[in-house]
């Protein structure tokens, strides 16, 4: 897979965190050997969280933000800040500017403590060292850098590069499910909502590792499953569906072959399907009026009949016999309801309903997850969700075999 083709989910993000003209962005440009970001002496230059997607040697494929200063002042100020807050949520390690010439700040001290509360790896960079005579001895989590003169810029690189060593390793996504010549059949329904012309994220990252792992892959619509699966001379050794057909395909396909979805693997893969089991199994409980929202980790344009919007909030009527009250986000906008200044924060609802996260971050996908959990919200996937409403939730979980540690993995 060419790196430009690796999804940003797959990739380490790396944030940029600082006071405003402490160098962030002139450090980005240089760490990055580009123009990524803005750079100007005017106070609060960069405004938004600047992400790029790149390969950075010796990194690899990685995701750099570039964050607006955490110092900003007045109403947009405050806003800015915020969004400096929702972009720590995605960062798998933290680079810490500071200011060589004057110090360390309470600022500086109080995004420190913020990143070493949420788990974050970091290194804090003191900037503009070719300004100072005087570089005080740093513990091992420091380094003196210079943006303008180059000084350390390849140092604090490789220290990155160490740092990100330190991560948990990337699970499967379904490589371990199945033995290679094994088949696989993956249920790609082609309706309004699928992208013309291409298959969904999920489904393509399903099948490039299927392949990498020496599977005999067969593609085929859920109008079609019948006919392929008659064409096998031996039954798959396992079927993976689009959520939105799993009834269909779960009377097509027989009891003994292992079923599951492509949202119920990326559950597993973004570590959070044990949680998405739990919160699934609680929908049955909500009282009339009960307040749900349902989340994207990505924007897309809905068509009519949208499966967050529209489809889930239909089958859960149905499946429940009650009426609740929905709430929609996608993208970005999920991270604003833990934010303080939210009138209606997570606390408001009864139950969190999320996508396989296909676009996210494993750190931001947990990030989520501990903000339900934190204020006693459960959280389910949609796919979870799905197969537990048609009553097919423990076949789906291949019996329990996907809430064991994949074999080979074990996190760090």
């Keep these: 897979m060419c790196f430009n083709a690796i999804p940003a989910a797959r990739r380490a993000h790396i944030g940029f965190f600082g006071r405003r003209n402490a160098g962030k962005s002139s450090l980005v440009n240089a760490v990055t050997g580009q123009a990524l970001s803005v750079v100007s002496p005017v106070p609060g230059t960069t405004t938004d969280p600047v992400r790029k997607a790149m390969e950075l040697l010796p990194l690899g494929p990685v995701v750099i933000l570039d964050t607006p200063g955490f110092d900003d002042e007045g109403q947009l100020g405050a806003l800015r800040v915020e969004k400096t807050r929702q972009a720590l949520r995605e960062c798998d390690a933290a680079v ?84 290679p010549g094994e088949t696989v059949v993956l249920v790609t329904p082609v309706d309004s909502a699928a992208p013309k012309g291409r298959l969904i994220l999920p489904q393509q990252q399903a099948l490039r590792e299927a392949l990498d792992a020496h599977a005999i892959c067969v593609i085929a619509r859920e109008t079609e499953l019948a006919a392929a699966l008659a064409g096998l001379n031996t039954p798959p050794a396992l079927v993976v569906t689009d959520s939105q057909v799993f009834a269909r395909v779960a009377g097509i396909v027989p009891v003994s072959v292992p079923l599951t979805s492509f949202s119920i693997l990326f559950a597993r893969y973004q570590g959070f399907l044990e949680a998405s089991v739990r919160g699934a199994r609680t929908l049955a409980g909500l009282p009339e009026g009960a307040r749900i929202l349902i989340a994207e980790g990505c924007t897309h344009h809905r068509q009519c009949d949208d499966i967050g919007t529209v489809k889930l909030p239909r089958w859960i009527r149905a499946f429940t016999g009650k009426e609740f009250d929905f709430s929609f986000c996608a993208g970005r906008d999920f991270t604003a309801y833990g934010s303080a200044d939210r009138s209606a924060g997570f606390d408001a609802f009864d139950l969190v309903i999320h996508c396989g996260a296909c676009m996210l971050g494993r750190r931001a996908v947990r990030s989520r997850l501990r903000c339900c959990e934190a204020r006693g919200v459960p959280l389910t996937n949609y796919g979870v969700l799905i197969a537990e409403m048609n009553g097919i939730l423990e076949r789906c979980l291949l019996d329990g075999r996907l809430l064991r540690p994949a074999p080979g993995y074990t996190p760090k």
């Design 96 to 179: 810490l500017v500071a200011d060589a010439v004057k110090g360390m700040s309470p600022i500086d001290r109080e995004l420190l403590e913020l990143i070493r509360g949420q788990g974050i790896p970091y290194l804090i960079a003191h900037n503009k060292s070719d300004l100072t005579q005087a570089r005080p001895a740093r513990e091992a989590h420091e380094i003196d850098v210079s943006a303008l003169t180059g000084y350390q810029v390849e140092e604090l690189k490789e220290r990155l590069a160490r740092l990100l060593d330190t991560l948990d390793g990337e699970p499967p996504l379904l490589a371990d499910l199945f033995a």
